[in-house]
């Protein structure tokens, strides 16, 4: 496989970037530019990972761009994250697309992105032959690091903001068997991913209530850059005997990032009551006994 001409640089360390023009330029190979923002990043935070293919004519067809997807990370495609790109090399203009992509460590820890094919159709020189050329990235390396202050955090959340909401759909006193009520407790996060939230809704057992939740819904918005979202939690309380007591409350630690301080968001328990007597015990049945009766 051809190795291209890769530079990889953190733009936020002194080193400069070299510039084309100042590499020997190979007309019968494309040049392949690599550019990482940062080297650590804390979990949830995007890192800022670019690619530019160069060639010294043109592309008829868009490169094969690698994905980056590894385990315990976050990959997103920015809007407009792939665009021209054009540089003067040799006294010449070379074409070239950039792609950049957000990378998001997921947890603490070393993280390494191995070389990926990236396979790019341009015209030859003579911009009549179309070739085929099949370009490795380089490895890049970057950590996952915990602010200072913040290593107890489990399950570890850092954001711009965050809050909790709840919502109670119905009567929770004075249920008689039969009647139902709904809890829906809504987290907003700005600065990461919603995906990061962890489940709310803490399990919980009112005697006489029986708890049918729904699936999580998790909805994320990009704009411009700026990551935020919501995830909802949606549980259907139905009363079927006697009892009283209370469904607990939500708490959630996290890390603002802006502050480098942390927060705390909570709930308050609802208080649950239903009148008249308790519903009947279901013991639970040994199905073994029962096959071996039937057997007998």
Same mark, same amino acid.
């Given at each position: 496989?051809?190795?291209?001409?890769?530079?990889?640089?953190?733009?936020?360390? $002194?080193?400069?970037?070299? =510039?084309?023009?100042?590499?020997?330029?190979?007309?019968?190979?494309?040049? &392949?530019?690599?550019?990482?923002?940062?080297?650590?990043?804390?979990?949830?935070?995007?890192?800022?990972?670019?690619?530019?293919?160069?060639?010294?004519?043109?592309?008829?067809?868009?490169?094969?761009?690698?994905?980056?997807?590894?385990?315990?990370?976050?990959?997103?495609?920015?809007?407009?994250?792939?665009?021209?790109?054009?540089?003067?090399?040799?006294?010449?203009?070379?074409?070239?697309?950039?792609?950049?992509?957000?990378?998001?460590?997921?947890?603490?820890?070393?993280?390494?992105?191995?070389?990926?094919?990236?396979?790019?159709?341009?015209?030859?020189?003579? +911009?009549?032959?179309?070739?085929?050329?099949?370009?490795?990235?380089?490895?890049?390396?970057?950590?996952?690091?915990?602010?200072?202050?913040?290593?107890?955090?489990?399950?570890?959340?850092?954001?711009?903001?965050?809050?909790?909401?709840?919502?109670?759909?119905? @009567?929770?006193?004075?249920?008689?068997?039969?009647?139902?009520?709904?809890?829906?407790?809504? $987290?907003?996060?700005? +600065?990461?991913?919603?995906?990061?939230?962890?489940?709310?809704?803490?399990? +919980?057992?009112? $005697?006489?209530?029986?708890?049918?939740?729904?699936?999580?819904?998790?909805?994320?918005?990009?704009?411009?850059?700026?990551?935020?979202?919501?995830?909802?939690?949606?549980?259907?309380?139905?009363?079927?005997?006697?009892?009283?007591?209370? &469904?607990?409350?939500?708490?959630?630690?996290?890390?603002?990032?802006? $502050? @480098?301080?942390? =927060?705390?968001?909570?709930?308050?328990?609802?208080?649950?009551?239903?009148?008249?007597?308790?519903?009947?015990?279901?013991?639970?049945?040994?199905?073994?006994?029962?096959?071996?009766?039937?057997?007998?």
């Amino acid at each position: 496989m051809i190795r291209a001409v890769l530079i990889l640089a953190a733009l936020l360390l $002194a080193a400069p970037l070299a =510039r084309a023009q100042e590499e020997p330029a190979d007309p019968d190979q494309p040049i &392949l530019r690599m550019e990482i923002s940062a080297t650590e990043a804390i979990p949830g935070q995007f890192l800022d990972l670019s690619l530019t293919v160069l060639v010294p004519t043109f592309m008829p067809e868009p490169p094969g761009w690698p994905s980056f997807e590894a385990p315990n990370l976050l990959v997103r495609l920015p809007e407009g994250s792939t665009g021209p790109a054009s540089e003067r090399i040799g006294g010449e203009t070379w074409s070239g697309i950039t792609r950049r992509y957000r990378i998001a460590p997921m947890v603490p820890g070393a993280f390494s992105l191995p070389p990926q094919e990236l396979r790019v159709t341009w015209r030859g020189p003579d +911009g009549l032959e179309a070739r085929t050329t099949a370009l490795e990235t380089e490895p890049v390396a970057f950590r996952g690091v915990v602010p200072e202050g913040a290593e107890g955090l489990d399950p570890f959340i850092a954001a711009g903001a965050l809050d909790l909401v709840q919502e109670i759909e119905g @009567e929770t006193e004075g249920l008689a068997p039969g009647d139902s009520f709904t809890r829906v407790v809504t $987290a907003t996060v700005e +600065g990461v991913s919603p995906m990061f939230l962890p489940p709310l809704l803490p399990v +919980g057992e009112v $005697a006489g209530l029986a708890a049918y939740p729904d699936e999580p819904l998790i909805e994320e918005q990009s704009v411009r850059g700026a990551v935020s979202g919501t995830r909802t939690e949606r549980v259907t309380y139905v009363a079927e005997g006697g009892g009283s007591g209370a &469904l607990p409350g939500v708490s959630l630690d996290w890390f603002e990032i802006g $502050a @480098e301080a942390l =927060r705390s968001a909570t709930l308050d328990p609802v208080a649950v009551a239903i009148g008249g007597p308790p519903a009947p015990r279901v013991e639970p049945r040994d199905w073994r006994s029962v096959a071996l009766i039937l057997g007998g």
